[in-house]
């Protein structure tokens, strides 16, 4: 199946789909072994791990794409990716959906920040209007139905800078233009949750921030109020973080770090079994 035919397998099956997220091939590999059934590719970890910055648009377009082709190509599962803004105008959104598609994604998330975008749980976001909005998505909505083999998830932010009102009209405008999936960024409380839920069609998303601005719940939960995907943007780069400063402290202090992995078990991760097993089978004599 391809990735798109996997991901809608999975939507319109019951229950919640639970994606930790990931930020390089290493990490989404491990979700899948896990036992995941998809993932999501998070800017913020993505900005993070491959140039060290903050999640404000600092990564260009062609570094986004190629950490998720190197993502894609590393697992099975389908994956889902942060588009940010689209990069641009409706004909850069609609070269960014399709080399999303080259890539090898099942779905891209965009939204309706102005350029450049800020992560959805800091502080200074703002909009674009209703319009450019609207035009955004129906651009990346032309570039699917013209033949880019990707579903189409739509962002707001506009709880955080216009309320509630203004962001569920967004995301009812968006899922009446056809998109695939919604996702209103940021709700407060989980009676905002529920007024969002209950109050449109299709499959919405749950953004799980610790120490972000909504209600931090589990996924049994989320499923109960409507939600049928939750995501953990940040969680695996926290783990990382802070394992990985543990390791370095204790080589600071002349001791091995404790708990690692075995070696073996990286090697395996990595594909070394098959890579050996392969150089076996095309070795001349």
Do not use: W
Request: hydrophobic share 45%.
């Amino acid at each position: 199946m391809r990735p798109t035919e996997r991901l809608r397998a999975l939507l319109a099956e019951p229950g919640i789909i639970v994606m930790p997220s990931c930020f390089d091939a290493l990490s989404a590999r491990l979700i899948e072994r896990t036992g995941f059934s998809a993932t999501f590719m998070s800017g913020f970890a993505v900005s993070a791990a491959r140039v060290g910055l903050p999640d404000t648009g600092l990564m260009s377009y062609a570094e986004i794409v190629d950490q998720g082709r190197n993502i894609c190509s590393a697992v099975s599962i389908p994956v889902i990716g942060d588009g940010d803004t689209g990069y641009g105008n409706p004909l850069n959104v609609q070269r960014t959906v399709r080399g999303f598609a080259d890539a090898g994604f099942a779905c891209i998330m965009l939204e309706d920040q102005v350029a450049p975008k800020r992560c959805g749980h800091t502080r200074g976001k703002q909009i674009v209007g209703r319009n450019e909005a609207f035009a955004r998505i129906q651009a990346a909505i032309d570039a699917r139905d013209a033949g880019a083999d990707i579903l189409i998830m739509a962002r707001t932010d506009a709880n955080a800078t216009d309320g509630l009102e203004e962001a569920i009209f967004r995301t009812r405008t968006f899922a009446e233009m056809g998109v695939d999936i919604t996702f209103l960024e940021a709700p407060r409380n989980e009676d905002e949750m529920h007024v969002y839920c209950e109050g449109l069609p299709g499959p919405k998303m749950a953004n799980m921030v610790e120490q972000g601005d909504s209600p931090f719940l589990p996924p049994e939960r989320l499923e109960a109020i409507g939600y049928k995907i939750v995501i953990y943007p940040i969680t695996l780069m926290l783990a990382s973080v802070r394992a990985m400063e543990k390791a370095l402290s204790a080589i600071k202090a002349g001791r091995h770090p404790e708990e690692l992995a075995a070696f073996a078990y990286l090697r395996e991760i990595v594909g070394f079994p098959e890579y050996d097993e392969a150089e076996i089978k095309y070795a001349s004599d």
